[in-house]
């Protein structure tokens, strides 16, 4: 089901401004601290009055100011998860993922709470309280009572924020299962370029309540002046192929038939995944490079140039692989004789493509 949103509404610090139609599977509204994001998310769930606009889930209107439909919270069918868990303390983890059962409606088909107990791996912690669970174990067990609610929407209001890295890592790959095997749409909001890069369908870029950019991540990750973080969130978004998995420590990976190399993962050979390389770990040479320790080098010609505010500027690069970005200085562009169509090498060092950079590719 598609996502269609469309609102106006002013607010003492922003004026919110936006209509995009998202196809299935996950839209990540992706902006800066006090873009909208929050907001979008509070309207769609019903928090929050529009002063005018529409939302709908294919055809589940949820409001639209024009025709008098205000449906409240209660009665939209979404599914919420939280920064925070925000499990009932006194219940079992048993008895929370129950509650949301409690919420589906009965005339629906209902999800299997044992699929979704299986597709969590939460079998084990059934009958433990909130108080004995992990941070990540807390956020699986409210993404399955999201689901067990049997939503028409999921909305995840930066579900990963309150997480240290080993407990993103560890919850990332439910969300992949989530975008991949449930046919219920969801509403991500966040300001991570991994978790965009590796989790969206569609990017809905949020800046100062106006949408500046829509489309898939491979595309908005590459603009600068869309990222929370400027410059250092640009990157490529590349699809791969698991090829081998080596005795010394590397996985190798078939990008386009050019080679990659990186710190070994979890995943099968012949996987298909996406992986995520930041523009400030690649470098460029104007003529095949040798003597250096960088195992990933892909040849390439400029595809374009994109000089930044200060000294430094963001080169694409056209390869086998598909379009790299590397983040230089305007003098190195200069000194490599670097324009439009000129051939290049794009150096991309094996440590620099880190785990939480590479996930399932989309299906």
């Known amino acids: ?134 941070g990540g174990e807390k956020q699986r067990v409210a993404i399955g009572r999201a689901l067990l609610a049997s939503p028409r929407l999921i909305l995840a209001d930066e579900p990963l924020a309150a997480l240290d890295d080993a407990r993103k890592a560890e919850i990332l790959p439910y969300f992949e299962r989530l975008r991949d095997e449930v046919s219920v749409p969801i509403l991500y909001v966040t300001h991570s370029a991994a978790e965009v890069a590796r989790l969206a369908t569609s990017v809905v870029a949020l800046q100062d309540g106006q949408v500046v950019r829509f489309g898939p991540a491979s595309e908005v990750l590459a603009d600068p002046s869309v990222a929370p973080a400027g410059v250092r969130a640009v990157g490529a978004v590349l699809s791969v192929r698991v090829a081998a998995h080596h005795n010394d420590g590397l996985s190798e990976l078939d990008a386009g038939g050019a080679r990659l190399f990186l710190p070994r993962i979890a995943h099968r050979i012949g996987e298909d995944l996406r992986i995520r390389i930041p523009a400030q770990e690649v470098i460029l040479s104007n003529r095949p490079p040798e003597g250096l320790s960088a195992l990933n080098v892909l040849s390439g010609q400029v595809e374009k140039i994109r000089p930044g505010e200060g000294p430094g500027a963001i080169v694409s690069v056209n390869t086998p692989a598909g379009i790299v970005l590397a983040r230089v200085t305007r003098r190195s562009v200069a000194a490599l004789g670097l324009q439009q169509g000129s051939s290049c090498y794009a150096v991309i060092k094996t440590v620099a493509l880190a785990p939480q950079d590479v996930g399932g590719r989309v299906v």
């Open 1 to 134: 089901m598609s996502l269609s949103v469309r609102m106006q509404h002013n607010l003492p610090a922003i004026a919110l401004d936006l209509d995009f139609e998202a196809p299935p599977g996950v839209t990540v509204l992706f902006g800066r601290s006090g873009s909208g994001k929050t907001t979008v998310v509070n309207a769609v769930a019903g928090l929050l009055r529009p002063q005018a606009g529409r939302v709908a889930v294919g055809d589940w209107v949820l409001f639209d100011t024009d025709c008098g439909v205000w449906l409240p919270p209660h009665r939209r069918r979404l599914g919420y998860i939280f920064q925070e868990g925000r499990l009932f303390p006194h219940l079992t983890v048993r008895q929370n993922l129950n509650y949301g059962r409690w919420f589906a409606p009965r005339e629906v088909q209902r999800e299997n709470p044992d699929r979704v107990i299986e597709m969590l791996g939460i079998g084990h912690l059934l009958d433990r309280r909130p108080a004995m669970l992990s």
